[in-house]
């Protein structure tokens, strides 16, 4: 009977999570008494077979076929609500760091002390990314920047500026302009005012 149930329920995962994994809708389908097959879902559940989602009825899912259907790997077998299942079954997006190709292992350095740098009270610490051209410097600003968002400790109508010191080689005075702003006419080659 334990099998039967546990067919069952794969069976009703299929469908789209639909509400068929309770125990009174199984019991129903398959004539047996609502207590028994309850017993046998939260025995399949202890067992690592079955997910539950902790919502009035209490369903139950196949966490294999789940997995496969949507692509994802649970780590969490028992859910709140049906709100928090779904959330979990959306595909996990990479923030800040983790979008550096090696952010966990050969450049966990690094992140580190990009990590303290940027979180340094009260404000951070101010940082100089120097290299050679094409090794990822902007990006790695980016990301500093995207991390500093997601803490909270930068607004996130804040803007990030992009300074390439060799567009201002020859005109210090410009990037003093567009990094503070300036008057209209102060400066004969900006027409304009550079919002801060």
Same mark, same amino acid.
């Given at each position: 009977?334990?099998?039967?149930?546990?067919?069952?329920?794969?069976?009703?995962?299929?469908?789209?999570?639909?509400?068929?994994?309770?125990?009174?809708?199984? =019991?129903?389908?398959?004539?047996?008494?609502?207590?028994?097959? =309850?017993?046998?879902?939260?025995?399949?559940?202890?067992?690592?077979?079955?997910?539950?989602?902790?919502?009035?009825?209490?369903?139950?899912?196949? !966490?294999?076929? $789940?997995?496969?259907?949507?692509?994802?790997?649970? /780590?969490?077998?028992?859910?709140? =609500?049906?709100?928090?299942?779904?959330?979990?079954?959306?595909? /996990?997006?990479?923030?800040?760091?983790? @979008?550096? $190709?090696?952010?966990?292992?050969?450049?966990?350095?690094?992140?580190?002390?990009? @990590?303290?740098?940027?979180?340094?009270?009260?404000?951070?610490?101010?940082?100089?990314?120097?290299?050679?051209?094409?090794?990822?410097?902007?990006?790695?600003?980016?990301?500093?920047?995207?991390?500093? $968002?997601?803490?909270?400790? $930068?607004?996130?109508?804040?803007?990030?500026?992009?300074?390439?010191?060799?567009?201002?080689?020859?005109?210090?005075?410009?990037?003093?302009?567009?990094?503070? !702003?300036? @008057?209209?006419?102060?400066?004969?080659?900006?027409?304009?005012?550079?919002?801060?």
């Amino acid at each position: 009977m334990l099998e039967k149930v546990y067919a069952y329920v794969v069976e009703a995962t299929k469908l789209e999570l639909s509400d068929q994994g309770n125990s009174l809708y199984i =019991s129903e389908q398959l004539q047996l008494s609502r207590n028994m097959v =309850s017993q046998y879902l939260n025995q399949l559940f202890a067992e690592g077979r079955l997910l539950k989602i902790n919502t009035r009825p209490v369903v139950f899912y196949d !966490g294999d076929t $789940i997995e496969d259907m949507y692509g994802v790997s649970l /780590h969490q077998r028992e859910f709140i =609500s049906l709100e928090e299942f779904q959330k979990a079954l959306q595909p /996990h997006q990479p923030q800040d760091f983790e @979008k550096l $190709i090696g952010y966990d292992e050969s450049l966990a350095s690094l992140v580190n002390q990009c @990590k303290a740098t940027i979180s340094y009270p009260p404000s951070g610490l101010p940082l100089l990314l120097y290299g050679p051209t094409g090794t990822g410097k902007s990006f790695l600003a980016q990301l500093m920047y995207e991390y500093a $968002i997601n803490q909270g400790l $930068i607004a996130e109508d804040r803007n990030f500026l992009i300074v390439n010191c060799s567009e201002y080689a020859n005109n210090p005075e410009l990037l003093t302009a567009n990094l503070f !702003g300036h @008057k209209k006419g102060r400066l004969p080659e900006l027409t304009g005012i550079i919002p801060v």
